[in-house]
Every structure is written in C-alpha cells, then in structure tokens.
C-alpha cells in the first residue's frame, strides 16, 4: 500500500458518523431484509407444495438442500467475482439476477421446475450476503465498524421475525406464488437505489486505481461535511502495514494464514449449522411436543424476535469487549440455552429458553460477519468471506441431516448435545488462534504478520 493509499485510509477512518454513513447502511441492509424474508417465506411455501403436487417429506427435503447448495456455490463464486470487478457491480447485478429468479419461481409448474429456479435463486441470495459485509466494512471507519455492522444484521433478523407473519397473512390469501412474487418489486426498488452507492476506496487502491479512489473519497468528505454541517477532524495518520507486492487467493491458505483460515471456517460451520438448523426445525420440535401448528408459529414469532436485539446489541459488545472474546461469550450462550431448551418441559421454560438461543445465534452472526473480512486483506476479502460462508452452508447442510437422525429418533436434546460439542470446540479453537482485532484498522488486521502471529502484533492506537 503507498503513502497516498495510507492517507485516504487515514481520511476515510476519521470521518465522524453522519447521514452518508446511515444511507449506506439502510441501502444495504433493506436489501439483505428481503433476501432474509424471501428465503424464509419460501419454507412456509414449502406446506403448500404438500397438497398441491402432493410431495413428500423426502421431497421437501431434497428441494431444501438443493436450494442450500444454490447458496454454497453463489457463495464460493461471489469472492472470486467481486475481488476481481469490485464489490458495486456484483453487489447490483446479483440483486438483480436475485429478484428476476425469485419471481419467476411462481410461474413454476411443477416441483422439478421450482427446483431449478430455486437454486439460481439462492446462488445470487448467497452472492448478496457475502458480498455486503466486505463492502460495508471497507467502507465504514474502523471505530464505528462492529456498531454499524449489528444494525446492518438487524436487517437479517428483522426478515427471520417477519417472515411467519408475511407468510400467515399472505399464503392463505393469495396463495404461495403471488406471496413469492410479491417480494420483486421491493428488492428492484433496493436495486435501483444502489446505483448511487459509490465503490469501494479500499478495492480501488488495491486494483491501482488511486485517482478514482481519491475522487471517491473526497466525495464522501464532501457529502460527510455537508450533513455534520461542520469541519471534518483533521486526518491522523494510520499505523498500517505497508503492503508492497500482489496478493494471491492462494495466501487464504497458505501456511502463516492456515490457522486462522481453519478458524472461520469452523467456526461458520458450527454458528450457521446451528442456526439454520434452529430455524428450519423449530416448528418441528414444537409440534413434537404437541403444539398445534398455530400455537407453534406463535410461538415461533416470539422466539425469533430474540434474533432482533441479539443482532442489534452484538455491534455494542464488539466494539467493548472485542470480536474473538465477544465470540467466545456468544457460543457459550448458545450452548447453555440451546442444551436448556432441549431440557425445557412447560411452555414458559421452552419458549425462554428458545428466545435465548436466538438471542445468542444472533450475535454470534454479528460477530463472525465483522471478524472475517477483517482478517484478510482487500485484494482477497471477499474471496476469503464467501469460502468461510461456503462452509456455514456445509454446516446447515449436515446438521439439518443429524436432525433426522438424532432429533427424530432420540428427542430433541441429542440434537443440541451434537451442536454443543462444535461449540465447545469452537470456544477452544478461537481462544488459541484467533486474533484480537479491537481498535486496528483494516489495513493493520488483514496483514499476514498480525493474523498469522496475533500474540506478537503490534496495536495500532484506538481511535
């Protein structure tokens, strides 16, 4: 990185929070709320299929995991694509491709044609998600970066808490193609607004583009200035490594990175496995202990809404106590509650102790959603992003595999002692390798020094 590229990171990182910084994150954030509702409607659809093309449990299964695997992919592929074009283009055209596939799954005439566009649909669904948060935190100054990034995934819960009421009022009315197609029009809206989002600085430098950096930059400070209605703080100089050759996808997992490479993807696999697990099951668990199936989507709006402050509140513990500790408190958390809840016999005890568990799945998505771009530098951030989130699809995948197995035939705490035994190792993993990335800039976290070598690093002054 030059000394022009450290000082537009210094201008960059000093600018006080103002009406840019929010637009930005209601831009993005509106778009990964719908991404989060379509893909949770199109569960509840799943009902409607059963009478309709009179399908199986079996079926049902097959169509979720296909849809999972459309999410693997666009996940793996989106890193590669947005490292080398940039994060505004891929972030618009995978909106866009998003919303067409979605759409048109109510045209679907049979389950072997849903199937199909519902697996390009969730390619550009998991293209969205692992491309936004790289985005954001190259572009938000790094003090304000864990707050800014737990309103950023209330967005997400937001979508999970609305999603069974979207799905009771609509689905019964209208039915499940036109509640799936309702969906459209807004994520287009979103699209056409982030025709005014500007590119990333940061990946601009890293592509030698520092004169269309500077541009941005300045235009930023401008728009910054004219909101605050005041001068900007003056520009402190950055204690940043200084990068001086090419970067390749290959250091993701070469030997100084490896570890901390091992530690993401594992921990993915463990937050998004549970997760999704959770999500998917809990009408199932609920229904197995005897709950009519309104009482469990009453139910069901109660305990996601835990999703909400736990997204919310993690931003605040991020930036307190610091992403690799907050980490470890959050999968704590997730263990004790999620064990409680599979021990939990009366409803006040079961609900408690399931709105805890979101509450914890909730920061523990903040948090691994801050700390993994972080640990990577700019010219391979969203290739390394999309290949840990690849592996949180693995998770989901597998776990929702071992509850058929275990859940079924052996009550639903088998399920969360098999998850709490990833948490604990987890917990272990991130306590001996993870690095502290509180009060460092992008530029000082995602060397290869520091994230190879946490203990020996060198702080860079808060700010």
């Known amino acids: ?50 009478t309709e093309w009179n399908l199986g449990p079996l079926a049902l299964g097959v169509t979720s995991a296909i849809g999972l695997s459309g999410y693997l992919l666009g996940s793996l592929v ?6 080398r074009f940039g994060r505004k283009a891929v972030m618009t055209w ?5 919303s067409l596939f979605s759409a048109s799954r109510a045209l679907s005439g049979g389950i072997e044609v849903f199937c199909l566009l519902n697996f390009f649909t969730w390619i550009f669904v998991g293209m969205e998600s ?15 970066r864990g707050r800014f990034n737990g309103w950023m995934m209330a967005f997400f819960a937001v979508g999970i808490a609305l999603s069974p009421i979207w799905a009771l009022l609509l689905i019964p009315t209208v039915g499940w193609r036109w509640t799936l197609a309702l969906t459209f029009p ?19 430098m890293s592509q030698g583009r520092t004169e269309e950096a500077e541009r941005i930059v300045a235009s930023i400070e401008a728009r910054v200035a004219r909101s605050t209605g005041g001068t900007l703080p003056p520009v402190v100089p950055v204690a940043a490594p200084v990068n001086t050759r090419p970067v390749s996808r290959r250091e993701i997992i070469a030997p100084a990175i490896l570890p901390v490479t091992l530690m993401l993807w594992l921990v993915w696999f463990t937050e998004y496995g549970v997760l999704y697990t959770f999500q998917s099951v809990l009408p199932t668990l609920l229904a ?8 469990s989507t009453e139910f069901t709006v109660v305990i996601f809404s835990g999703f909400i402050p736990g997204y919310i509140g993690a931003g605040y513990f991020l930036d307190l106590v610091g992403r690799k500790y907050w980490l470890m408190i959050c999968f704590a958390g997730i263990g004790i509650s999620s064990t409680l809840f599979g021990l939990a016999n009366t409803p006040a005890t079961i609900m ?3 709105w805890f568990t979101a509450f914890f799945l909730g920061n523990g998505s903040t948090c691994i959603y801050t700390y993994t771009p972080e640990l990577y530098p700019t010219e391979i951030r969203t290739t390394a992003m999309g290949m840990a989130s ?32 990833l948490l604990i190792a987890s917990i272990i993993v991130v306590a001996l390798v993870g690095p502290n990335t509180k009060g460092k800039t992008l530029e000082a976290t995602s060397s290869a020094r520091d994230v190879a070598a946490p203990a020996n690093a060198v702080e860079a002054p808060a700010e």
Request: with cysteine; aromatic share 14%.
């Open 1 to 50: 990185m030059s000394i022009t590229a450290q000082g537009l990171v210094a201008r960059i990182d000093r600018l006080p929070p103002s009406r840019f910084h929010i637009q930005v994150l209601i831009i993005a954030g509106l778009s990964l709320f719908f991404d989060t509702l379509d893909t949770a409607v199109t569960g509840f659809a799943f009902a409607a299929f059963r």
């Open 78 to 83: 989106v890193g590669f694509v947005a490292d």
């Open 94 to 98: 995978s909106l866009g491709l998003y």
């Open 130 to 144: 692992c491309v936004v948060p790289p985005y954001l935190a190259e572009l938000w100054p790094s003090r304000l």
């Open 186 to 204: 807004f994520a287009l809206l979103i699209g056409l607004m982030r025709t005014f989002l500007p590119e990333s600085p940061r990946w601009l």
């Open 288 to 295: 197995m202990d005897g709950f009519s199936i309104v009482r």
């Open 352 to 354: 408690a102790c399931a």
């Open 390 to 421: 690849a592996w949180g699809r693995v998770g989901g995948i597998l776990l929702l595999l071992a509850f058929g197995i275990f859940a079924v035939l052996h009550g639903r705490l088998a399920l969360f002692l098999v998850s709490d035994g």
